[in-house]
């Protein structure tokens, strides 16, 4: 079975500066899919980005890129010059890329940007 | 990107009611349609997959009796909850992928159900 664990259930960070959250996984399969996924009070899900687990460099979009590291199982996601419109639960996803191909959550971090 | 338009946005039934859900995937064809459920600052769970023409696959502790899902069309997939009840009362959230689409799942906006 899956498991996606964010260990910081809130965090905050002034307005410019720079925050990582954290996310371990556990699995068995060699082939998978990571993602971080934007909840904003909405409660829309907004993908942030994508990491395919067999290409070794981290995923960047714009201001936001990830630490991919496959030994270790760990996926962080760093906002760079956080903004405002950041505050919003952040979910950890992990999906297999054969089979089932649901997506597995973690339990999420609120992150609260400080004006 | 693909949009998946999920309806009605919030609802209230009275207990013992039946409450049908729309998730329906707007531009694209969404072979496979996804059902999770959001308790209130909590992550998603899933509760059911289901492929295009196919029986919906239930997820363990989900009673497919209580939540019945159809997706008949590759545009549409339905959640009925039936009989509800107020523990039912819930944010429920469908997600689509398509074929063409990669390894994306899109969100519909998500519908609150609140059961008095």
């Known amino acids: 079975a899956q498991t996606v664990t964010q260990s910081q259930p809130e965090m905050s960070v002034q307005e410019a500066e720079t925050v990582t959250l954290s996310c371990t996984y556990d699995t068995s399969e060699n082939n998978y899919y990571l993602f971080w996924y934007k909840q904003p009070p909405s409660r829309q899900m907004i993908l942030v980005i994508r990491q395919e687990a067999y290409k070794q460099q981290n995923a960047t979009e714009n201001r936001f890129s990830v630490n991919f590291q496959k030994a270790a199982k760990s996926f962080s996601l760093k906002i760079s010059d956080s903004q405002l419109g950041d505050t919003a639960m952040y979910f950890c996803a992990f999906m297999k890329q054969a089979g089932a191909n649901n997506l597995f959550f973690g339990t999420g971090t609120r992150l609260t940007v400080i004006p | 990107g693909a949009v998946v338009s999920q309806h009605p946005s919030w609802v209230i039934c009275k207990s013992g009611t039946s409450v049908k859900i729309e998730c329906r995937s707007l531009?694209?064809?969404?072979?496979?349609m996804f059902w999770y459920r959001q308790f209130p600052k909590q992550s998603l769970m899933l509760m059911a997959t289901s492929n295009e023409g196919s029986k919906a696959t239930y997820e363990q502790g989900v009673e497919k009796d209580k939540f019945l899902i159809n997706h008949a069309s590759l545009t549409l997939s339905t959640l009925t909850v039936t009989s509800a009840h107020p523990e039912d009362s819930s944010f429920y959230i469908c997600s689509a992928r398509g074929r063409q689409l990669n390894t994306e799942a899109f969100f519909g906006q998500g519908t609150r159900l609140t059961v008095v």
């Open positions: 531009d694209f064809q969404a072979t496979t």
